[in-house]
């Protein structure tokens, strides 16, 4: 049996794909420090020992496990925050990754982050982080930037995987894309309420907003999308504020619309039985924040290939 603990581990979409491919796996621990994300979480997920915050965790509580999953935060490396890195507290939390690793040694690491940590700090930033991995045995580590519209969800939405094994001879390869057509029109629901309609207000600022910008030589404004488009731009964790990023046409006769929170769910792979206990609002905020499932899930085959863990008798 695979054991694995999941690290800011938000709604569970790490633990979703690699439990699709690991159907033998066990959840050792999990951390999250959002009390409403760890709602969603416990109504999806058993839960064998939930925890808040990765710096609360004593040593001695950590268990042992084959697998470490975390998608630690990237505001202090996204185009969108700051771009402070580890000047930013939330930038050190990738040291809490380390000790867990260093402490337990794992056989293998999956850890997440916006693609723009790559290049931040002209390289330096990865290059730490992959310096203080290789410090505690993990030298056998490699990384990539995947697009989830590449594996079958129709979102424009690029983000850096890293893998690492502590044997230096594990052979592993990121997925090749699956290069198969998607479509808008799979996420979309019938029978759309009203309330998700932007106002004329709403509407005529996003508009105003949009042609301010334009004349001002700047890239922002809204997007909109219909049920022919191939995907949609990122979904972003701000999407609750206005929606700007992915409005949905609804012709002439209806101005443009959010998507629902179960639109946003099947943005991200997740499946329509995944239970959204959680305010409109916090919803957005966790799929926004959360993983493109259908990715995950082809990562995990490929680390299945590579990784060897403690069978079941």
């Known amino acids: 049996m695979l ?24 959840c050792v621990l999990t951390s999250e420090i959002d009390k409403f994300a760890q709602e969603t979480y416990r109504c999806n997920f058993d839960c064998e020992q939930m925890l808040g915050d990765i ?28 771009k402070k ?6 930038g050190n939390l990738f040291f809490e990754i380390v000790r867990f690793l260093s402490l337990k040694k794992p056989s293998c690491f999956l850890l997440e982050n916006v693609k723009q940590l790559k290049g931040h700090a002209k390289g330096k930033t990865l290059s730490v982080i992959l310096q203080a991995l290789e ?65 004329d207000r709403l509407w005529n600022g996003h508009k105003r907003r949009k042609e301010r910008n334009k004349q001002e030589g ?11 488009s191939s995907y949609t731009n990122t ?9 700007s990023e992915i409005l949905i046409s ?12 179960r639109e946003a769910a099947r943005l991200q792979g997740f499946p329509d039985t995944f239970k959204i206990p959680v305010s ?16 995950i899930e082809a990562i995990a085959q490929e680390i299945k290939k590579s990784m060897t863990y403690s069978q079941s008798p």
Not at 250 to 261: I, V
């Open 3 to 26: 054991t694995f603990v999941d690290l800011f581990a938000g709604i569970g979409g790490l633990r979703l794909g690699i439990e699709r491919v690991f159907r033998d796996s066990k």
């Open 55 to 82: 710096r609360n965790i004593s040593d001695e509580s950590i268990p042992a496990h084959d697998l470490l999953l975390a998608g630690f935060p990237c505001q202090p490396f996204s185009q969108a925050g700051l």
């Open 85 to 90: 890195g580890f000047e930013d507290d939330r």
């Open 135 to 199: 410090e505690i045995g993990y030298s056998n580590t490699s990384y990539s930037v995947l697009s989830s519209k590449d594996f079958g969800v129709p979102q424009r939405r690029e983000r850096l995987y890293l893998i690492g094994f502590r044997d230096e001879n594990v052979t592993f390869s990121f997925p090749h894309p699956l290069n198969v057509e998607t479509s808008v029109h799979s996420i979309l629901e019938n029978n759309i309420d009203a309330k998700y309609t932007l106002s």
């Open 218 to 228: 700047k890239g922002f404004g809204f997007s909109l999308f219909d049920a022919s």
């Open 235 to 243: 979904l972003s964790a701000r999407y609750y504020k206005d929606g």
């Open 250 to 261: 609804q012709g002439s006769a209806l101005n443009p619309r959010k998507l629902t929170p």
């Open 280 to 295: 409109d609002n916090q919803a957005y905020r966790q799929f926004g924040n959360s993983v493109s499932v259908p990715v």
